[in-house]
């Protein structure tokens, strides 16, 4: 019997550190990713005129995608990740208003569509309007304050040097398949809590956190295998989840403060309830797929001390209508 020698010949040794070499580590792979949605944020918010609010859309998207990134090495990256995502949180609060402008005149615009040819045409077409000089109004205010976006832009340029140092070649797949679970388990509670209570804050919420999860499977991409409990259905609820909050976003406008006329607040308050309904069933027959994907989770991210599984909540109760509640109440 032959036997192979050891140490092997220096070819297969060269073989075998060019084959290593030429795979990143995990949290090298995550580090590029995290880096080029920080690039890719700067860019957009250097868009100008009428590429102003897709630019900022694209920029908040970039933001948050980099931050779920960072909530997968959160374990061994240090107090420095900590300290770079409380940033970036800031500055895409700082454009929430913004963008909100943007994301009102868009719902307004899909109503109409759905709405040319019924009587909410002329108050659609009239809200429309007055969102429209809304969203010019903020765009304007600012751009005063921060001529074409030139001091966040340079914050960001900091804000990316200092994640490229962070120490992620410490981070290894066991750690951002953890992290991942912790997502799910808190996106399955906020589910749990949407459901029962049906207030729009908790389903802005259960939207968030869906959302969190769907973007580090994205960070994880092609190249670091998920683990295999999770499916598709978190992506596509996290879709349908959004266009949920848009409708909750018209009707928070439809207050005391509107900016909408006070005979037009009712017609828009009933088109958005409407939606939403509408939304809801969707994410509803969604859920089998997406809470396949979480529930699996609990036991495992979850343990209390004495390392026994916590219980699972109960299962959610029905979504109601926002009608069906007042009523019972």
Request: charged share 30%; proline share 5%; with cysteine.
């Amino acid at each position: 019997m032959l036997h192979r020698s050891w140490p092997p010949p220096a070819s297969d040794m060269g073989s075998s550190r060019s084959t290593s070499e030429s795979t990143p580590a995990p949290g090298t792979r995550l580090r590029d990713y995290a880096t080029t949605e920080l690039t890719q944020a700067i860019a957009c918010l250097g868009w100008r005129g009428s590429r102003l609010h897709a630019g900022v859309h694209q920029a908040r998207k970039s933001l948050r995608r980099a931050r779920a990134t960072l909530a997968l090495g959160a374990a061994t990256l240090g107090p420095g990740a900590v300290l770079i995502d409380r940033e970036l949180r800031r500055l895409n609060r700082r454009l929430s208003k913004l963008r909100d402008t943007q994301a009102l005149v868009g719902t307004l615009d899909h109503l109409l569509r759905k709405n040319a040819d019924t009587e909410a045409a002329a108050i659609l077409r009239r809200s429309r309007r007055v969102a429209a000089h809304a969203r010019a109004e903020r765009a304007r205010t600012t751009m005063t304050t921060d001529p074409h976006l030139r001091d966040r832009r340079a914050l960001l340029a900091v804000l990316q040097a200092a994640l490229s140092a962070l120490p992620w070649q410490t981070v290894a797949e066991t750690e951002a398949h953890d992290a991942l679970r912790v997502s799910a388990t808190r996106a399955d509670e906020a589910a749990a809590r949407a459901q029962r209570s049906g207030r729009d804050e908790d389903w802005h919420r259960w939207r968030r956190r869906a959302r969190r999860l769907s973007q580090q499977l994205r960070a994880l991409g092609d190249s670091i295998a998920a683990p295999p409990e999770i499916g598709e259905g978190a992506k596509r609820l996290a879709i349908l989840l959004g266009e949920a909050q848009d409708y909750a976003l018209l009707r928070e406008h439809c207050g005391k403060r509107s900016v909408f006329a006070p005979a037009d607040r009712a017609m828009l308050r009933e088109l958005s309830e409407r939606g939403t309904a509408h939304l809801q069933e969707r994410i509803r027959a969604e859920l089998p797929a997406a809470r396949h994907t979480q529930s699996d989770f609990r036991t495992v991210a979850l343990r209390n001390r004495a390392g026994r599984p916590v219980p699972s909540s109960p299962p959610p109760e029905p979504v109601r209508r926002r009608s069906e509640r007042s009523s019972s109440e």
